[in-house]
């Protein structure tokens, strides 16, 4: 069983600080991970994508991998009421001709109070 | 990015029927599309995954004979939910991708409310 594990949260930060999420994976065949964004009501938004060992920044966005202990992350800086929404981690397995195949986690709700 | 339609955005139908959902790939062509369900406050699930012009191939659990997909083209992939009952009532998001490691792009949503 693929799994795609994510800190139950809810997360609650005050608005300017840094939010950090978590999410750990089962599947040692995977290659890239995403994080979105949904709003209540929503489709997923794409916020970042990372297929490397280390970190990748996006303006307030940063994601961290790493692979060996099957671990994701993202930090959001300088946190606005805006960023409030679930976020959901995924991982895809790439071959085959399952490509652009999610397995999403539970998702984190994130609060940005003013 | 891409951008993948979904229609229609919103449905209400009677319990018994059947509901038949678009997802269109606008700007690309979509090798492969993937249907997911999302109840309240859960995650997205997946449904099946629909490559053109093979047949889809279905997760665990769920019934390729309610959940009728079809991708007859690269840009177009539906989704029939046949029989309708109440307890599939949800968010249903398609995905399309271009294949070779690409990533998939989100279509809106539909949410399905079956009375």
């Known amino acids: 069983q693929k799994e795609v594990e994510q800190n139950s949260g809810p997360l609650s930060v005050p608005e300017g600080a840094i939010a950090s999420l978590n999410c750990t994976y089962s599947?040692?065949?995977?290659?890239?991970f995403f994080w979105y964004r949904q709003y209540s009501g929503k489709s997923p938004e794409l916020i970042m994508s990372?297929?490397?060992?280390g970190d990748k920044e996006d303006g307030r966005f940063t994601a961290q991998l790493n692979k060996a202990s099957q671990y994701v992350s993202l930090l959001i800086r300088d946190s606005q009421p805006s960023d409030s929404a679930t976020y959901l981690c995924?991982?895809?397995?790439?071959?085959?001709?399952?490509?652009?195949?999610?397995?999403f986690g539970q998702g984190t709700i994130l609060t940005v109070h003013p | 990015g891409a951008v993948v339609s979904q229609h229609p955005s919103r449905v209400i139908c009677k319990s018994g029927t059947s509901v038949k959902i678009e997802c269109r790939s606008l700007?690309?062509?979509?090798?492969?599309m993937f249907w997911y369900r999302q109840f309240p406050k859960q995650s997205l699930m997946l449904m099946a995954t629909?490559?053109?012009?093979?047949?889809?191939?279905?997760e665990q659990g769920v019934e390729k004979d309610k959940f009728l997909i079809n991708h007859a083209s690269l840009t177009l992939s539906t989704l029939t939910v046949t029989s309708a009952h109440p307890e599939d009532s949800s968010f249903y998001i398609c995905s399309a991708s271009q294949g070779g490691g690409t990533e998939a792009f989100f279509g809106q949503g539909t949410r399905l409310t079956v009375v």
């Open positions: 700007d690309f062509q979509a090798t492969t």
């Open positions: 990372i297929y490397s060992n």
């Open positions: 995924a991982g895809e397995t790439a071959g085959g001709t399952s490509y652009g195949k999610l397995t």
């Open positions: 599947d040692r065949g995977s290659q890239s």
């Open positions: 629909s490559n053109e012009g093979s047949k889809a191939t279905y």
